[in-house]
């Protein structure tokens, strides 16, 4: 299945708290220098930071990091921290000065989920989720996925099951792709790989393969619908452009409406963002061959996030506070 890291110079980490209260996280990813990200927001509740920075229109091109975190509102927070950590290694928009680390935040709602309102994401959160991250093979890598980082306190299917944090991975086969008929074939380069990472508390269900979509109707006894959303990150070492990651991230939802019914509520904050390490170039001349290769990379973002959700939701474990019991999801074998 793979996993974000699969993209080379990533790094992810996680802090978040359990118990006496606690029930919630932050989960850092952590771009290399020079990297290109954009954002696409679709759900009706969101909760985002810095995102107009990601507009391809904007001065800064680059992005250094994302912050996923718990907390709501609350918990925006957080980025802060991941900010604070890149600005201690150097990395960020060069200023008078120093620099300005681009980390664009988004939350899901989980507030009181532990037992206690006002335990939530800040600022000295974010900064140790950073300070945790790692590369590909520095961690286990089951300990980045499951109910960590922002997953710890996420719920899904209207509040009835626990949601948490999965990853995936694509890798795009090189050589040749059929161009339009009559010209020749593109050819992609080797070594291109699109992963992703998910936090899955939404107001949906998942959809697993050969299953008919799940019912939306209401279980008996409450349930709350107002405490969702879906976070994913989608990453690749293809070189694009801001403007070209700003396409990917909304190809992207198509694997979030995939693996969740219903998906971009209005109770959900669905949001996507999708980042580029510019670290290998496909061929863009004549115009048909960077349609290829875009497309290409596009399909495979929305396949490693649909993956990174259904990934979530198998890792997820049994949580239980003083604001109630969560069981995993009854998931088919794999």
């Keep these: 299945m793979g996993s974000l890291l699969d993209v080379p110079g990533l790094r992810v980490g996680h802090a978040h708290r359990m118990g006496d209260g606690w029930l919630t996280g932050v989960t850092a990813v952590l771009a290399p220098p020079d990297s290109a990200g954009g954002v696409d927001v679709r759900g009706g509740g969101p909760g985002t930071s810095e995102t107009d920075a990601l507009d391809p229109s904007t001065l800064a091109q680059n992005v250094d990091g994302v912050a996923l975190c718990g907390g709501s509102a609350y918990g925006l927070a957080a980025a802060a921290g991941v900010q604070q950590f890149l600005e201690a290694e150097g990395q960020g928009f060069a200023v008078m000065g120093g620099v300005v680390p681009i980390v664009p935040g988004a939350v899901i709602f989980d507030l009181g989920r532990g037992g206690d309102f006002s335990k939530r994401p800040d600022t000295a959160m974010g900064y140790e989720a950073a300070a945790a991250a790692v590369r ?67 107001a949906g269900a998942p959809v697993f393969p050969g299953e008919a979509p799940p019912s939306f109707a209401a279980p008996a006894g409450p349930v709350a619908t107002g405490a969702n959303t879906t976070l994913a990150v989608v990453a690749t070492n293809a070189a694009l452009t801001p403007a070209e990651c700003k396409r990917t991230a909304t190809a992207a939802h198509a694997g979030l409406a995939r693996a969740l019914n219903p998906s971009h509520t209005l109770v959900d904050g669905d949001t996507v963002f999708a980042l580029s390490t510019r670290a290998i170039e496909f061929d863009r001349n004549p115009d048909f061959a960077r349609t290829v290769g875009l497309v290409t990379v596009q399909t495979a973002a929305a396949e490693a996030v649909r993956l990174a959700i259904l990934d979530a939701v198998r890792r997820a474990t049994a949580v239980t506070t003083p604001a109630g019991t969560w069981e995993p999801y009854p998931a088919p074998a794999e």
Excluded: F, Q, W
């Design 136 to 202: 590909a093979g520095e961690a286990d890598d089951g300990a980045l996925r499951g109910c960590v980082g922002a997953g710890t306190g996420a719920v899904l299917a209207r509040g009835r099951y626990k949601g948490g944090v999965g990853m995936a991975s694509i890798a795009i086969p090189a050589g040749p792709v059929p161009g339009p008929p009559g010209a020749p074939e593109v050819s992609l380069p080797e070594g291109l790989v699109v992963g992703a990472l998910a936090v899955v508390n939404a």
